[in-house]
């Protein structure tokens, strides 16, 4: 594994390594055990949109494996007056031990790993969000003892975390189940991946979805970029929020999960936003842990 571009390019197994390592490191931080694995290494986090936790993780998850992380906003950057990312990787590449970045196109991340020569970590594009969904996957073993055989349903958009929930819950041996408004199907490379396994469903009626599920999850209907959709998304997706009703459908113990920053009243209900608040702001935690994994399995 020489970068995190998207989990459809990790075999279960690194996925399972990167979770064992990140519940070792997660033990080790509760415990005040200390190991500078990245001593003396530079992380830069290129920015082109907004972040909280993302970048709040990283930073300090490179502060505690001894190393530096640097904020690069493309706001700032020549990338964002045009230099090409073919250049940009070459020069970052001489400066850093490793690049993280947030954007829209997959394309472009794809071109860092591919100019660049230095580990690559996707932070977020418009297609998926690979560290988000193994802090998920970290939390839901935690939480449930195992992942496989287990039934994860994600209610909204065919976006970047339904991409990546999709490929990591079948990748990790368990049943994944969607539903989402026509118009906002998850990306065909996903799906032509997910209906080879033989244990992924689609609904247009999250009813359906829901059916027996261990873990439910959701995201914003409009993501960073769409804001100017929000009210057509507003009409399309109603009828797609996790309530009372939907978690009547889901297994007694089902988890909620949500990658955050929610919008309570549309994709979920401050109720059941609330009474599942524990195991979202563990599934918020849980970013730095994952991301030191993969920070220490490319970067060391
Ligand atoms: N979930 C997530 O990636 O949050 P930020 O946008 O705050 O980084
Ligand atoms: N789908 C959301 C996720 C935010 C972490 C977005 O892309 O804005």
Redesign the pocket.
Known sequence: MNHLLKLLDLSPAEITEILNLADQLKYENKHGITHHHLAGKALGMIFQK??????VSFEVGMYQLGGKALFLSSHDLQIGRGEPVEDTARVLSRYLDGIMIRTFQQAEVEALAQWGSVPIING?TDFC?PC?VLADLMTIREKKGALQGLKLCFIGDGNNMMNSLIVGGLKTGMEVSVAYPAGYEPAETVLAFARETGRFSSFDDPQKAAADADVVITDVWASMGQEDEAEKRKAAFAGYQINEGLMARAKSDAMVLH???AHRGEEITADIFESHADEIFEE?EN?LHAQKAVMVKLMK
């Open positions: 907004a972040s909280t936790r993302t970048r977020l969000h988000q990658c955050l920053p918020a970013r």
